[in-house]
């Protein structure tokens, strides 16, 4: 199948940027969903019931959009991104309208892996329209505000989750979805023109079932390793077998397709497979780690919820600061070979320091260490899709750009699963030794605030040094992660970007 060979559609500077507007109005959407519903759910579980079932709110959304995000993003390539993109902002809407107005648990989940497969597909146009909108160099820069959006909705979504939930109703949690994706809507129609792809596509339907179902074990393997089950259970053991055979059976399959859903010639370019190596260790480490920080804050430093999400601040801060600074660097120079080794060294310099923390530590010093961290994880972040579009051809486009969101949610999921399981299994030993007269909080019951309030004094000061301890382990086993992707990124070439013209 062939492509238009134009780069850009022939559109105004102000079209082009209230298309981008658009855009971003798509991430703050897709974004703030996956952070607002945290403090909405214990509610959510008082009006519908089903608490056995309530991880499913969260792992159906995670699953649809794992599954949709590489598939989304070939298909653009081969329809065109303008219908993906108003097909994802469409069924985001309407899996959130359903979703507000669910009568059960049951029903709430099922919408949920609506607003997941739509967040897929939002996900990954907005990096792939972003590089039919702009050049080379110009997009580096637009790119990088795309971590401005994260950062926003990790701080702001707890805090407009809990307001909405406490002064309205958990419904409309999902309900402010909606004028933010009516709006998105009607500014793709109104400035969105992007030139068709010509040729008649043909569909990798074995591509797609062999990746959907790889992703679907890959993603149940680490939501319940650990948690609902054991990590020596038979089911683990089944999904990581199936994960494997399932992947390796894709990988097989996509040599002899003629349209795959991850082209094999792409991994043929040493900086596409860089900048998905790096993306994967950086999903690992830098959101991986995020997720723990407020745990840290609350069990070892007495932090609330509320305060304990606000204490990550300095780590947004820092990686919104490194997105940006990156993103003005590559439009200036067209030079980019050197920011990922860069934010692999940084990280691990931010995951050494914060192995230090203990009981002790000032919450300034705490936040100047999640700062470096940040600061690390933001040099790369945008960057490494930048990387890949430049060494894929404009046909695969879409397929390059998902396939490193791909790796990073690929990485992050990994790392939460492996990150969480050392966290538990180094508590309990620490706490087993530590705890005085044998009495032993469990790990679920010591992670909660209200909980550890109960506790005798020298009971709660035990259970604290072991957390302590254990999350000191936890960033230890990020390092030679992040120094993997470290040697991953000193392979990277040095292939300026062009100011301008169609790369073909």
């Given at each position: 199948?062939s492509?238009?060979?134009?780069?850009?559609?022939?559109?105004?500077?102000?079209?082009?940027?209230?298309?981008?507007?658009?855009?971003?109005?798509?991430?703050?959407?897709?974004?703030?969903?996956?952070?607002?519903?945290?403090?909405?759910?214990?509610?959510?579980?008082?009006?519908?019931?089903?608490?056995?079932?309530?991880?499913?709110v969260?792992?159906?959304?995670?699953?649809?959009?794992?599954?949709?995000?590489?598939?989304?993003?070939?298909?653009?390539?081969?329809?065109?991104?303008?219908?993906?993109?108003?097909?994802?902002?469409?069924?985001?809407?309407a899996?959130?309208?359903?979703?507000?107005?669910?009568?059960?648990?049951?029903?709430?989940?099922?919408?949920?892996?609506?607003?997941?497969?739509?967040?897929?597909?939002?996900?990954?146009?907005?990096?792939?329209?972003?590089?039919?909108?702009?050049?080379?160099?110009e997009?580096?820069?637009?790119?990088?505000?795309?971590?401005l959006?994260?950062?926003?909705?990790?701080?702001?979504?707890?805090?407009?989750?809990?307001?909405?939930?406490?002064?309205?109703?958990?419904?409309?949690?999902?309900?402010?979805?909606?004028?933010?994706?009516?709006?998105?809507?009607?500014?793709?129609?109104?400035?969105?023109?992007?030139?068709?792809?010509?040729?008649?596509?043909?569909?990798?339907?074995?591509?797609?079932?062999?990746?959907?179902?790889?992703?679907?074990?890959?993603t149940?393997?680490?939501?319940?390793?650990?948690?609902?089950?054991?990590?020596?259970?038979?089911?683990?053991?089944?999904?990581?077998?199936?994960?494997?055979?399932?992947?390796?059976?894709?990988?097989l399959?996509e040599?002899?397709?003629?349209?795959?859903?991850?082209?094999?010639?792409?991994?043929?370019?040493r900086?596409?497979?860089?900048?998905?190596?790096?993306a994967?260790?950086?999903?690992?480490?830098?959101?991986?780690?995020?997720?723990?920080?407020?745990?840290?804050?609350?069990v070892?430093?007495?932090?609330?919820?509320?305060?304990?999400?606000?204490?990550?601040?300095?780590?947004?801060?820092?990686?919104?600061?490194?997105?940006?600074?990156?993103?003005?660097?590559?439009?200036?120079?067209?030079?980019?070979?050197?920011?990922?080794?860069?934010?692999?060294?940084?990280?691990?310099?931010?995951?050494?320091?914060?192995?230090?923390?203990?009981?002790?530590?000032?919450?300034?010093?705490?936040?100047?260490?999640?700062?470096?961290?940040?600061?690390?994880?933001?040099?790369?972040q945008?960057?490494?899709?930048?990387?890949?579009?430049?060494?894929?051809?404009?046909?695969?486009?879409?397929?390059?750009?998902s396939?490193?969101?791909?790796?990073?949610?690929?990485?992050?999921?990994?790392?939460?699963?492996?990150?969480g399981?050392?966290?538990?299994?180094?508590?309990?030993?620490?706490?087993?030794?530590?705890?005085?007269?044998?009495?032993?909080?469990?790990?679920?019951?010591?992670?909660?605030?209200?909980v550890?309030?109960?506790?005798?004094?020298?009971?709660?000061?035990?259970?604290?040094e072991?957390f302590?301890?254990?999350?000191?382990?936890?960033?230890?086993?990020?390092l030679?992660?992040?120094?993997?992707?470290?040697?991953?990124?000193?392979?990277?070439?040095?292939?300026?970007?062009?100011p301008?013209?169609?790369?073909?």
């Amino acid at each position: 199948m062939s492509v238009s060979s134009g780069r850009t559609a022939p559109m105004s500077r102000r079209h082009r940027l209230a298309a981008f507007g658009g855009l971003m109005l798509a991430g703050l959407m897709s974004s703030l969903d996956a952070t607002v519903l945290s403090t909405a759910l214990p509610t959510i579980v008082g009006d519908l019931g089903g608490l056995d079932r309530i991880a499913w709110v969260s792992t159906a959304y995670v699953l649809a959009t794992s599954v949709t995000v590489p598939l989304s993003g070939r298909l653009g390539d081969q329809f065109g991104r303008r219908p993906v993109l108003l097909i994802g902002l469409l069924g985001f809407l309407a899996g959130s309208a359903a979703c507000g107005a669910a009568p059960s648990m049951g029903w709430l989940i099922a919408f949920r892996v609506v607003q997941g497969a739509a967040a897929g597909c939002l996900m990954s146009s907005m990096f792939a329209v972003t590089g039919d909108l702009f050049e080379p160099r110009e997009r580096a820069k637009y790119q990088g505000y795309s971590a401005l959006i994260f950062a926003v909705s990790s701080v702001a979504g707890p805090l407009i989750g809990g307001l909405l939930t406490g002064h309205a109703s958990w419904r409309w949690v999902f309900y402010v979805n909606l004028p933010l994706g009516l709006a998105a809507v009607a500014t793709t129609v109104l400035f969105l023109r992007l030139p068709a792809p010509e040729g008649r596509p043909r569909i990798d339907y074995p591509g797609i079932v062999l990746l959907g179902a790889a992703l679907t074990c890959f993603t149940l393997l680490t939501s319940w390793a650990g948690t609902r089950y054991a990590w020596d259970s038979p089911v683990v053991a089944g999904l990581a077998a199936g994960s494997v055979l399932l992947f390796g059976c894709w990988l097989l399959a996509e040599r002899t397709a003629a349209e795959p859903v991850v082209p094999p010639r792409l991994f043929r370019d040493r900086s596409f497979a860089v900048a998905c190596a790096v993306a994967a260790a950086g999903g690992a480490t830098g959101f991986g780690l995020a997720t723990y920080l407020p745990m840290f804050f609350q069990v070892v430093g007495g932090a609330g919820a509320a305060r304990s999400g606000l204490l990550v601040l300095p780590m947004m801060l820092g990686l919104v600061a490194a997105a940006m600074l990156a993103g003005r660097h590559i439009a200036r120079t067209g030079r980019y070979h050197r920011l990922p080794a860069a934010s692999m060294a940084l990280s691990a310099a931010g995951a050494a320091l914060l192995a230090t923390m203990d009981t002790g530590t000032h919450m300034v010093t705490a936040g100047c260490y999640m700062a470096l961290l940040g600061f690390g994880a933001g040099l790369s972040q945008q960057v490494v899709v930048l990387i890949a579009q430049n060494a894929a051809p404009h046909r695969d486009l879409g397929a390059a750009s998902s396939g490193v969101f791909a790796a990073r949610m690929l990485g992050t999921a990994a790392g939460m699963a492996v990150f969480g399981g050392i966290v538990a299994s180094r508590f309990a030993e620490e706490i087993g030794r530590r705890a005085p007269g044998g009495r032993v909080p469990a790990f679920d019951d010591a992670v909660r605030p209200d909980v550890l309030a109960t506790l005798p004094g020298p009971v709660r000061d035990a259970v604290t040094e072991a957390f302590a301890a254990a999350f000191s382990d936890l960033f230890l086993t990020a390092l030679p992660v992040l120094l993997a992707g470290l040697a991953a990124a000193l392979l990277l070439r040095d292939v300026p970007l062009r100011p301008r013209g169609p790369r073909t």
